[in-house]
């Protein structure tokens, strides 16, 4: 065994405290994961809700809607993911009001999810 | 002993990606809190922040594994109409579910459900494992940061759980089967 070893470890240790990383990108990548959580549920409510988004949806037959349903979503998640980590490139924002939003499309994905419920809000 | 190829594929999709990626949370569960406590004892090391990063982005891996062998090799076969006249159900898991009213909630409770919230867990892995590479250890001073990416993460592991368990019992009351039978072992009497 090396007995160098924990002062080479040590030496490798990261110092964090000399780089403080802006939360710009961080920032994005949150949200827009939240959004596209969001999109998944709200691109599956429409599809069961209206015949013809679900027709639209229908990129590969053999899967049907949820198909064009999470193809779509995930493009939205991408796109926005995009977007946003070039607008806030280098900039520290309020991951407060970021996390709040982002975990409120989180959420309310989750909850849209939930079969009887979007059920409910289709009024089946 | 024998399987279908498509019980084979099947098995990939809810025990070799699904199984091991809901396995995997424990482990990143422990890491997130040797990362995350104000209070641990030593920062990681260079090569443990590299392990947890390849950890991390393996779970991606498995969740995105996961979901694409889900929706576009296993779901055709499960919802797979039977010709225009057919009453015999079998190789159509969906039809069988959905022609008992005793076994239709498994469709369209557990399988409407999972098929679309599956898709949380690698959109909020992949968040999750970009996050962790972005601030590293350093995450442990970034409570705002640090609690997104903790939420994520336990969503994900809810919603890896649902379409696990979900998929377990769907597949136990309408098995998908068909195609090509693989013969595993010479079985004796």
Redesign the interface.
């Given at each position: 065994m090396n007995s160098n070893q924990p002062e080479n470890?040590?030496a490798?240790?990261?110092n964090?405290?000399r780089?403080e990383?802006p939360?710009g990108?961080?920032a994005a990548?949150?949200l827009?994961?939240?959004t596209?959580?969001f999109a998944?549920?709200l691109f599956?409510l429409l599809g069961d809700a209206f015949p013809a988004v679900s027709h639209f949806f229908n990129f590969?037959n053999?899967?049907?809607p949820?198909?064009g349903?999470?193809t779509t979503?995930?493009v939205v998640?991408l796109i926005l993911w995009v977007i946003l980590a070039r607008s806030w490139k280098g900039r520290s924002l309020p991951?407060?009001k970021?996390?709040m939003i982002?975990?409120l499309f989180?959420g309310v994905?989750?909850v849209l999810?939930?079969?009887?419920f979007s059920d409910f809000l289709q009024g089946k | 002993m024998q399987m279908s190829f498509r019980e084979i594929l099947t098995l990939l999709h809810g025990m070799g990606f699904g199984g091991l990626l809901l396995l995997a949370f424990s482990g990143a569960l422990i890491q997130f809190y040797r990362i995350f406590s104000p209070h641990r004892s030593?920062?990681?090391?260079?090569?443990e922040?590299k392990l947890l990063r390849i950890y991390l982005i393996a779970m991606a891996v498995l969740a995105w594994g996961t979901?694409l062998s889900g929706?576009?090799v296993v779901?055709?076969w499960y919802?797979?109409h039977p010709p225009e006249g057919f009453t015999d159900y079998t190789g159509y898991p969906q039809r069988i579910l959905l022609s008992s009213s005793t076994t239709a909630g498994w469709h369209?409770?557990g399988m409407?459900?999972k098929?679309?919230?599956a898709?949380?867990a690698p959109?909020?892995l992949?968040?999750v494992a970009?996050?962790i590479i972005?601030?590293?250890?350093?995450l442990s001073?970034?409570r705002?940061?640090r609690?997104?990416?903790f939420?994520?993460a336990l969503?994900a592991f809810?919603?890896a759980s649902i379409a696990g368990v979900f998929g377990a019992l769907i597949n136990k009351n309408a098995p998908v089967q068909g195609g090509a039978v693989i013969k595993l072992m010479e079985g004796t009497k």
């Amino acid at each position: 065994m090396n007995s160098n070893q924990p002062e080479n470890d040590s030496a490798k240790i990261v110092n964090e405290s000399r780089s403080e990383v802006p939360n710009g990108a961080v920032a994005a990548a949150i949200l827009s994961a939240g959004t596209g959580c969001f999109a998944i549920s709200l691109f599956g409510l429409l599809g069961d809700a209206f015949p013809a988004v679900s027709h639209f949806f229908n990129f590969y037959n053999p899967t049907g809607p949820l198909s064009g349903v999470t193809t779509t979503a995930i493009v939205v998640w991408l796109i926005l993911w995009v977007i946003l980590a070039r607008s806030w490139k280098g900039r520290s924002l309020p991951m407060g009001k970021i996390n709040m939003i982002a975990f409120l499309f989180l959420g309310v994905g989750l909850v849209l999810s939930f079969p009887p419920f979007s059920d409910f809000l289709q009024g089946k | 002993m024998q399987m279908s190829f498509r019980e084979i594929l099947t098995l990939l999709h809810g025990m070799g990606f699904g199984g091991l990626l809901l396995l995997a949370f424990s482990g990143a569960l422990i890491q997130f809190y040797r990362i995350f406590s104000p209070h641990r004892s030593s920062p990681l090391t260079v090569w443990e922040q590299k392990l947890l990063r390849i950890y991390l982005i393996a779970m991606a891996v498995l969740a995105w594994g996961t979901v694409l062998s889900g929706a576009y090799v296993v779901y055709p076969w499960y919802r797979a109409h039977p010709p225009e006249g057919f009453t015999d159900y079998t190789g159509y898991p969906q039809r069988i579910l959905l022609s008992s009213s005793t076994t239709a909630g498994w469709h369209s409770l557990g399988m409407e459900w999972k098929e679309h919230v599956a898709w949380f867990a690698p959109i909020a892995l992949t968040m999750v494992a970009y996050v962790i590479i972005k601030y590293g250890s350093g995450l442990s001073r970034h409570r705002q940061v640090r609690n997104a990416a903790f939420a994520f993460a336990l969503v994900a592991f809810i919603a890896a759980s649902i379409a696990g368990v979900f998929g377990a019992l769907i597949n136990k009351n309408a098995p998908v089967q068909g195609g090509a039978v693989i013969k595993l072992m010479e079985g004796t009497k």
